[in-house]
């Protein structure tokens, strides 16, 4: 197939459908060339795309999605051993077999339910008669809480995360280039403990304080070696621990 047309030399030209090649100083179509040049090409294209989708297609794509709660385990664990060493240090042998009530009203706490319920374990272990109200009561035992929280820092060595500003595309945050990474955690608890008689009125009869403290330290160097510090036995989450753990609860 020959067909005349003014285009340059070897410029691939559609022709009556098919792609033609220009020969001989722009006057001649040469097809068949071009036909069996391009057909395969474009066909082994066609097929490595159709290829691509159908694994596209059929592989998808899965996410899990995992509850998380508004405090970390880490955090619970920190707060509620402070709060027992903090009532550790607490000896009640005046209420020694005596029924005792706990008013629980000028102790304020986000984690009063856990406190209360240790103080209750603590005065029970010393011998007291827990009851239910404050008429079957010879003693009121109240709670005050002087502190209970937790503090945290962060040591860097290295180049912190940063926010890049990129013209026409916002704020795009950098990645944290640490050599060395200390994340430290100290919990604190302090509680008073007021003892009152009730016969004719209140009468304090004792008052005892405790203070009590716990720490979770995470350590990184160069970003692949990790350890961590802590004198609380369910964060020591070593993979050894883990293993010794699982071998004793098989025996």
Not at 153 to 165: E, F, H, N, W, Y
Not at 168 to 187: C, I, N, T, W, Y
């Amino acid at each position: 197939m020959v067909e005349k047309e003014r285009v340059l030399n070897n410029e691939l030209r559609m022709v009556n459908g098919e792609w033609c090649r220009v020969r001989q100083n722009m006057v001649e179509f040469d097809c068949s060339r071009v036909r069996q040049n391009v057909a395969p090409l474009n066909g082994a294209f066609c097929t490595a795309i159709l290829l691509a989708v159908v694994v596209l297609v059929v592989s998808g794509c899965h996410t899990s999605s995992l509850t998380e709660p508004k405090r970390t385990a880490s955090e619970l664990l920190l707060l509620s051993h402070s709060a027992d060493h903090a009532l550790e240090e607490m000896e009640f042998p005046l209420l020694a077999d005596q029924k005792v009530f706990v008013d629980k009203g000028y102790f304020d706490s986000v984690d009063a339910s856990y406190v209360m319920g240790a103080i209750r374990e603590k005065l029970a272990e010393d011998g007291a008669v827990l009851v239910a109200s404050a008429d079957e009561a010879r003693y009121i035992v109240e709670p005050r809480n002087r502190g209970l929280g937790l503090d945290t820092r962060t040591s860097l060595v290295g180049i912190p995360a940063m926010d890049i500003p990129i013209p026409l595309a916002g704020r795009v945050e950098s990645p944290e280039l640490a050599l060395f990474k200390a994340q430290m955690a100290d919990s604190i608890a302090s509680f008073v403990l007021a003892v009152y008689e009730t016969k004719d009125g209140l009468q304090l009869m004792d008052s005892q304080e405790g203070d009590g403290s716990a720490r979770f330290n995470q350590y990184q160097l160069l970003g692949l070696i990790k350890w961590r510090s802590t004198d609380i036995p369910e964060l020591r989450s070593t993979s050894a621990e883990v293993k010794k753990r699982l071998k004793k609860s098989s025996d």
